[in-house]
């Protein structure tokens, strides 16, 4: 067995070790150092080993961070979120190194996996999979973590980032509700949460007439 092997297994042994316990890593870096200083609670929406850089995308109220260990970012930092499921929720101390509309490159300095972190855990969870709208099938909506995708007659309609709220602007105090993101220049639509259950989702517009939307499972 070479060195690196040994190296690599030692790695994920202490990953692994980490992963059963309340994960927290701390690069001991100076925050400002390579940006922006940045310290958010985000989603982990999942990491990809399987390319030549491996990466993680994190969302956090609509916003996405990209996450690579080719920046300076730790590699054992990218290999502990790489441990973690979908929708896991994570305190972040960071720098930002480059900054769009919608999404920012960030080196992650520290961080901290909490579940508590997330008091919409339940609603996130049963947002997750596959959705009919009951009204007229054609219209169906898939979840995969703060992701929505939605099609017509199977094909692609439109996608945005979900963000789940106490309450918005325009839901006069109701709520939960739900915002979806779709891009940096409109106002996003904010629907107002009557009921998520794993097999059913009703809602309503925020600011609307009051009628009601239910989705099923296909």
């Given at each position: 067995m070479t060195l690196k092997t040994l190296m690599l297994a030692g790695v994920a042994m202490a990953m692994?070790?980490?992963?059963?316990?309340?994960?927290f890593i701390?690069?001991?870096?100076e925050s400002g150092t390579y940006g922006e200083?940045?310290?958010?609670?985000?989603?982990?929406q999942g990491c990809v080993f399987e390319q030549e850089v491996p990466s993680c995308e994190l969302t956090s109220n609509g916003f996405t961070y990209w996450v690579s260990w080719n920046e300076s970012t730790p590699s054992y930092i990218v290999e502990a979120m790489g441990t973690l499921y979908v929708?896991?929720?994570?305190w972040l101390r960071a720098d930002?190194?480059?900054?769009g509309d919608m999404s920012a490159q960030v080196t992650v300095?520290?961080?901290?996996?909490?579940?508590?972190?997330d008091p919409f855990a339940e609603i996130r969870a049963n947002l997750q999979g596959q959705w009919v709208f009951a009204a007229d099938p054609a219209y169906t909506s898939s979840v995969w973590g703060d992701r929505v995708t939605e099609e017509i007659n199977g094909d692609y309609s439109s996608e945005y980032t979900l963000q789940l709220a106490?309450?918005?602007?325009?839901?006069?105090?109701?709520?939960?509700?739900?915002?979806?993101?779709?891009n940096p220049w409109d106002e996003p639509p904010c629907m107002i949460i009557e009921a998520v259950t794993a097999e059913k989702m009703i809602m309503q517009l925020a600011g609307g007439d009051g009628t009601l939307f239910k989705y099923v499972r296909p």
């Open positions: 692994a070790s980490i992963a059963q316990a309340q994960m701390d690069s001991g870096v200083p940045l310290e958010d609670v985000a989603m982990l929708n896991a929720p994570l930002i190194v480059e900054m300095l520290a961080m901290r996996h909490d579940p508590a972190l106490d309450s918005c602007e325009k839901s006069n105090g109701q709520g939960p509700v739900m915002i979806a993101h779709i």
